[in-house]
């Protein structure tokens, strides 16, 4: 049985949400959806499949992934839930999180379908080994050190600020999960370099971090996708202390993005009605293949 | 709310127990269940407790840890399950999983309650792990190596061999998910070395890996309860090659398993009645806490 989805949304992730969907045997891609501005130059990529301006002009689907900015993320689920469709997102504006859940989750219950946030690696499998961390050590610190690496959520907000033509945000690991953040930016014609390093440095996505803006004549030399995370624990297992763990992972941001994605479609596929983010579905779900076989092969 | 927890049997694992259900907030120690042959000398940190030859003797008990050699868990899991108390055990032999899961999942079930198997940290979190791994790339390989440390299971596989008065297994980890044991055996009096040895080499736990068999002395001055992992994956997400990620972690290992036990009898209390294993139970349920509060801390 193969299900059907659809790509919403066509930037960095959704060319990569393209290739983990071919290389998935339980998924058909139904089609892509563009704004209409786009729907004239089709990459050659996409000939084969329908691309529509809206998800409604594609026939049945069964779960589209939403390759959308964070921001534009509750407007487009909402929508796509309300036509009783799942939605997979990967929203990464932490602290509203649980406003999102609470949000989507009537939405998705009322339409007979599930919601599945926050799908990337932070949030999402990130969320789940920080859970697992604390669960095996009660008590202690875990430090999340993300880089050194292009920070797709931090890249497009500087993007969004007045005056920059381009942008490239990465994150630097100070230790014990502390982040520099090095942006940067080509300027537009006329632009004022320091009222856009302000404006960059005032902004939500920057404000809690030490960030440096450099300007640079061509960002797109600068660009490599590799990123990276090591966390740590260290702490207490009932009484004995020092117990310590090390999560390290060192990926194509996008690529590992989107086959996360495609993972929680699966996994949304298999829960019940409403909204959920990856900590609160079982880990076997997001999994392809016969139930005790992944058992016998994983346990 | 405090749940009634209940140990069963206290050797290794069921001593840290004892410590885990004390440091966490949410369950409050029933009793422990002892052979009878153990009732008459209490040990100093139990004299507070209800010690009993049955569970059946210590009242209400919401959920029983079985902290039993693993070949004993079947029986006392059945026969504890049968009165309507949901168990956890850390059952470890690893091919035998599935079929344990579909013994108690009907006897789970018809009382309505909940076991939760092989709750440990191999299988039990490494599993969890190795799947969040699977999903991220979903092709490419992972290699668990375990060590060095001293491996309870084969400890105990190695003292049931006839003629070995003492033994310690070490695991020592030789590179991409091989390993070798050393076994340092203690013999009773006039029991024959290399019979020993062959015995040894010859069960189950050992005949699939490398086996050196040492005698010694007094191997209680050999024994040290750290242990450690290092699992790797490197795989493919969508059509990007060479993403890597690895797990390691350095601990006490009876203080880890039985702080993962009592997380589990947490999770399972939140599960409908039936038989699980770590990986079909969302990471989230395993924690102690307020559900939007997790989430906002851990997403």
Known sequence: MQYRIAIVGYGNIGRFA???VEAADDFVLTGVVRRTASLDRIPPELQDYPVAGSINELGKVDVALLCVPSRAVPEYAREILSAGV???????IHGELVRLKKELDPVAREHNCVSVISAGWDPGTDSMIRGIFEFMAPHGLTHTNFG???SMGHTVAAKAIPGVKNALAMTIPAGAGVHRRMVYVELEQGAEF?????AIKADPYFRVDATTVIPVH???RLIDTGHGVMMERKGVSGKTHNQRFRYEMRVNNPALTAQIMVAAARAGLRQKPGCYTMLEIPVIDY????RDELLNRLV
Do not use: H, K, Q
Not at 86 to 92: A, E, K, M, P
Not at 194 to 198: I, L, S, T
């Open 18 to 20: 393209l290739e983990a």
């Open 86 to 92: 799942n939605t997979v997102d990967s929203y990464d």
């Open 148 to 150: 050194p690496g292009m």
């Open 194 to 198: 320091d009222r856009v390093a302000e």
């Open 218 to 220: 061509r960002v797109e």
């Open 287 to 290: 999994l392809y293949g016969e």
